[in-house]
């Protein structure tokens, strides 16, 4: 691996982590009504964060391209179906976990829970997720 693939990879890392915990320590000072909300029905998704007040405001993140550097990724999930630009596999995957990549993108570009469901998807699959998913102390 070059040099500025490493650099790359350590960067989207520490992003993503870095945003997990900005996120988790959000998430823990709100108020439990302004967590996300599931009724039974899950066609009626309300995500909270005043999200849908910034949709309804034209905050959508139409025009905007978001890139995610994730494990593998359900590429026709009805969440961000027709707004997947680009996908790519960089090296050899395994692909038996559908569920943690799929999960960040209906996040981020979820059609009924995302924070930017207008903006169009890139989607990276390192092979070094599977390094690290398999890495022991």
Request: one cysteine or more; charged letters at 15%; a neutral charge.
């Amino acid at each position: 691996m070059r040099l500025y693939e490493k650099i790359s990879v350590t960067i989207g890392l520490l992003v993503i982590v870095l945003a997990g915990v900005l996120g988790y320590t959000y998430l823990k000072n709100q108020q439990a009504s302004q967590r996300v909300i599931i009724g039974k029905d899950v066609s009626a998704v309300h995500p909270g964060l005043g999200l849908r007040a910034l949709h309804e405001q034209g905050y959508t993140g139409k025009g905007v391209n978001v890139a995610i550097i994730d494990g593998p990724l359900l590429v026709d999930h009805e969440e961000f179906s027709g707004r997947l630009v680009h996908s790519e596999k960089v090296g050899v995957v395994n692909e038996t976990d559908l569920y943690h990549g799929t999960t960040v993108a209906s996040v981020l570009v979820g059609n009924r829970c995302g924070v930017v469901p207008a903006a169009n998807l890139h989607f990276l699959l390192p092979a070094l997720w599977m390094r690290i998913m398999s890495w022991q102390p």
